[in-house]
Structures are given as structure tokens and as C-alpha cells.
Nanobody, 128 residues
């Protein structure tokens, strides 16, 4: 059974850093583009970053460009999100997601509907 498990969330002061991890099981990890999304209270879930299965190309939301870095380790079936220079507006529940295998990304990997596997989320709180 496919499973994605996030870890690494917590409470951090503004300007600090956190690294989120997402461990995948039950799927052939290297064949899936992986994404990170976040959802703040009262808001819709939004795209944060993605890394493709084939070339390792990365994509970022404008709000996090230059501060967040997505990476993957196919040997460990794990995707990471390094978050630096955190701001209070980054406070949200962060979710890991995987596309179907070999997905070519018709919408740039930014839409929830492009992903069919989701983790339970990890909370990130940034204090001012």
C-alpha cells in the first residue's frame, strides 16, 4: 500500500530554518514526481515546490523562491524541503504528494489534481 510520511515540522522563530522530510513506501519512488503543498488555517491548500522524476527539474511557488529548496534521494525513497529565512506567513501544515508514475506534468505540477498520493502533513509554525 502506498504511503507518504512527513516529518521535520515544528516551531521556529522568523528567520530560522527547518528541513522537512517525506519518506515514501509502497511505490516505485524514482518514477514519481514529488511535490510539497501547504495549507494555512482558513485557506486553501497551495503549491510550494516540486521535483520531477525524470530529470530532477525543480519548480517553486513565487512566495518561496530563493528561500526553499526541494531535493530527493531515490536510494532512500525520500524527498526533502529545506526551508530557510522562514517568515510567519509560512506557518501552515505541509503536505508531501506524489504524481502517478511517469507523469509528464501538463499543468506544471502546481495543481492538487496532478497528485494522487498524499501524506498526512507536518505542522510548521513560524513565530515573529
Amino acid at each position: 500500500q502506498e504511503q507518504l510520511v512527513e516529518s521535520g515540522g515544528g516551531l521556529v522563530q522568523a528567520g530560522g530554518s527547518l528541513r522537512l522530510s517525506c519518506a515514501a513506501s509502497g511505490l516505485t519512488f524514482r518514477r514519481h514526481t514529488m511535490g510539497w503543498f501547504r495549507q494555512a488555517p482558513g485557506k486553501e491548500r497551495e503549491f510550494v515546490a516540486a521535483i520531477t522524476w525524470s530529470t530532477g527539474n525543480t519548480y517553486y511557488a513565487d512566495a518561496v523562491k530563493g528561500r526553499f529548496t526541494i531535493s530527493r534521494d531515490n536510494a532512500k525513497n525520500t524527498v526533502y524541503l529545506q526551508m530557510n529565512s522562514l517568515k510567519p506567513e509560512d506557518t501552515a501544515n505541509y503536505y508531501c504528494a506524489a504524481t502517478p508514475p511517469y507523469y509528464s506534468g501538463g499543468y506544471g505540477y502546481t495543481r492538487l489534481a496532478e497528485y494522487n498520493y498524499w501524506g498526512q502533513g507536518t505542522q510548521v509554525t513560524v513565530s515573529s
